[in-house]
Structure formats: structure tokens, C-alpha cells
């Protein structure tokens, strides 16, 4: 009896095992989905951070542009 008791504690030692790799590999993957989160939302504020700043600067080009070809234009119409 021994024998067989023994072979058994083996084998449900061998699905424990699984069982707790198995629970291992779900956390790493919930943690590298948070972090994936995380990364992305600070990568995304500073794209729309730059983005603005970019939007500003086109803003003020366009405005210098506008107001210098205004001034030259004078009712030419291959000015635009």
C-alpha cells in the first residue's frame, strides 16, 4: 500500500507544480499588462503634449505668413 500512496503523492505533486507555474504565468502577464498600460498612457501625454507644441508653432508660422503676404499682395490674385 505504501508503494501506490507513494507514486500518487508524486503525480499530484507533479499537477501542483503546473498548478503553480500556471498561476505564476497569469501574474506576469497581468503585470506586464499593467505596465503596457502605463507605458502607453505616458507615451500618449507626451505625444499630445508635443503635439500641441507643434500646433502652436504652425499657428504662429501661418499668422506670419498671413500677415507678411497680406501686406504684399495688394489685390494679386497668384499671390495664393
Same mark, same amino acid.
Given at each position: 500500500?505504501? $508503494?501506490?500512496? +507513494?507514486?500518487? @503523492? +508524486?503525480? $499530484?505533486?507533479?499537477? +501542483?507544480?503546473? +498548478?503553480?507555474?500556471?498561476? =505564476?504565468?497569469?501574474? %506576469?502577464? =497581468? =503585470?506586464?499588462?499593467? =505596465?503596457?498600460? %502605463? ?7 507626451? #505625444?499630445?503634449?508635443? @503635439? &500641441?507644441? &507643434?500646433?502652436?508653432?504652425?499657428? &504662429?508660422?501661418?499668422? #506670419? &505668413? ?6 504684399? $499682395?495688394?489685390? @494679386?490674385?497668384?499671390?495664393?
Amino acid at each position: 500500500m505504501m $508503494s501506490t500512496s +507513494g507514486g500518487m @503523492d +508524486g503525480f $499530484s505533486m507533479l499537477f +501542483g507544480f503546473f +498548478g503553480l507555474l500556471y498561476m =505564476v504565468i497569469i501574474l %506576469f502577464i =497581468v =503585470v506586464l499588462t499593467i =505596465v503596457f498600460l %502605463f507605458k502607453a498612457m505616458s507615451y500618449m501625454k507626451r #505625444k499630445n503634449a508635443a @503635439d &500641441q507644441e &507643434q500646433n502652436e508653432l504652425l499657428r &504662429q508660422l501661418l499668422s #506670419k &505668413q498671413t500677415s507678411s503676404s497680406i501686406s504684399t $499682395s495688394k489685390e @494679386d490674385p497668384t499671390s495664393y
